[in-house]
């Protein structure tokens, strides 16, 4: 419970910094073997050090790719005794092509040691018109 808390500060430090630099801190907290599936890029991979490098290669890309890239974390918080949940949306000007604006989701579950063992990122929908239109 107590690393579970912990878990969840160093993400709601680092989440909103994800495209100003690479997250360190939370990566440690990860256990060797995590599990990631990314349900937006249909990708799913194993350990440390490849969640370590395409999260490196994302952060990169948003400095490199687009003008102003940002993660916004609406919130984040604990939700089962070893789950942790962020709502989160990314906006991005890119330097070529459209404008990314995408919302989703991130599940962190935590193992008996209070790691990280698996990461599960969906995707809420991507948002094709950002005016906003109220219901009448």
């Given at each position: 419970q107590d690393?579970?808390?912990?878990?969840?500060?160093?993400?709601k430090k680092e989440l909103p910094m994800l495209f100003v630099e690479c997250p360190k801190e939370s990566i440690k907290h990860?256990?060797?073997?995590?599990?990631?599936?990314?349900?937006?890029?249909?990708?799913?991979?194993?350990?440390?050090e490849?969640?370590?490098?395409?999260?490196?290669?994302?952060?990169?890309?948003?400095?490199?790719?687009?003008?102003?890239?940002?993660?916004?974390?609406m919130w984040i918080d604990q939700t089962e005794d070893n789950e942790i949940e962020a709502r989160w949306r990314i906006v991005a000007h890119q330097k070529i092509g459209p404008k990314v604006d995408m919302d989703g989701y991130t599940f962190f579950y935590l193992n008996a040691d209070?790691?990280?063992?698996?990461?599960?990122?969906?995707e809420v929908a991507p948002r094709r018109d950002t005016s906003f239109a109220p219901c009448s």
């Open positions: 690393n579970t808390k912990l878990v969840l500060r160093v993400l990860c256990s060797k073997e995590v599990v990631v599936t990314d349900n937006i890029h249909n990708l799913n991979f194993k350990g440390r490849s969640l370590r490098i395409s999260v490196n290669m994302l952060s990169r890309a948003g400095k490199y790719l687009t003008s102003d890239a940002k993660m916004d974390v209070g790691e990280i063992s698996a990461i599960v990122v969906d």
